[in-house]
T-cell receptor, first 110, second 116 residues
């Protein structure tokens, strides 16, 4: 079993839709949770960071962490074609060593 | 925002040769840099962590004699793939962490290595 599981997609939605991206994990010691966006052939860019459980909102993005279920989510409201990218979840015990999911490819069509 | 560059962005080499990839933090000093490898449709896998002026710490299963990492200054780390083989073909990405950052790593754009 992988430490972090993420549906690879692709997920295709119309512009304006609410997008839900999810990851599950097996290591209960993880306490730092992040979402990265990666455009094709580019390095990942940090979108959201959450420590321990709870919700965090930043503009159109909301990150949720449910440690009891070992489940994290990223919601994107009013999705735009420019949101089309691969979204990677990442988590760690000690802040430095990040364990990544495989990424979910999102396509937002006009 | 913090910028990390990598050079080259794309390299083709013949089997048995060595390739050096550079990672630079352009507008901040990075006491810690990380090297990742990403195969198609797979997640980024941490290869090693390097701290300026000390030996790199390699993850389990990564051959330190094959993947030589040097972090000679606070803005430059290099990864040398020695005696490259086709199975080393991958996307190599570095990240850098400023001393003031508690968690954030800034990623470079990646280097695509193809070994023929």
């Amino acid at each position: 079993q992988k430490e972090v599981e993420q549906d690879p997609g692709p997920l295709s939605v119309p512009e304006g839709a609410i997008v839900s991206l999810n990851c599950t994990y097996s290591n209960s010691a993880f306490q730092y949770f992040m979402w990265y966006r990666q455009y094709s052939r580019k390095g990942p860019e940090l979108l959201m960071y959450t420590y321990s459980s709870g919700n965090k909102e930043d503009g159109r993005f909301t990150a949720q962490v449910d440690k009891s279920s070992k489940y994290i989510s990223l919601f994107i409201r009013d999705s735009q074609p420019s949101d089309s990218a691969t979204y990677l979840c990442a988590m760690s015990e000690y802040r430095d060593k990040l364990i990544f999911g495989t990424g979910t490819r999102l396509q937002v069509f006009p | 925002g913090a910028v990390v560059s990598q050079h080259p962005s794309w390299v083709i080499c013949k089997s048995g040769t060595s390739v050096k990839i550079e990672c630079r933090s352009l507008d901040f000093q990075a006491t810690t840099m990380f090297w990742y490898r990403q195969f198609p449709k797979q997640s980024l896998m941490l290869m090693a962590t390097s701290n300026e002026g000390s030996k790199a710490t390699y993850e389990q299963g990564v051959e330190k004699d094959k993947f030589l990492i040097n972090h000679a200054s606070l803005t430059l780390s290099t990864l040398t793939v020695t005696s490259a083989h086709p199975e080393d073909s991958s996307f190599y990405i570095c990240s850098a962490k400023p001393p003031s950052a508690s968690y954030e790593q800034y990623f470079g754009p990646g280097t695509r290595l193809t070994v023929t």
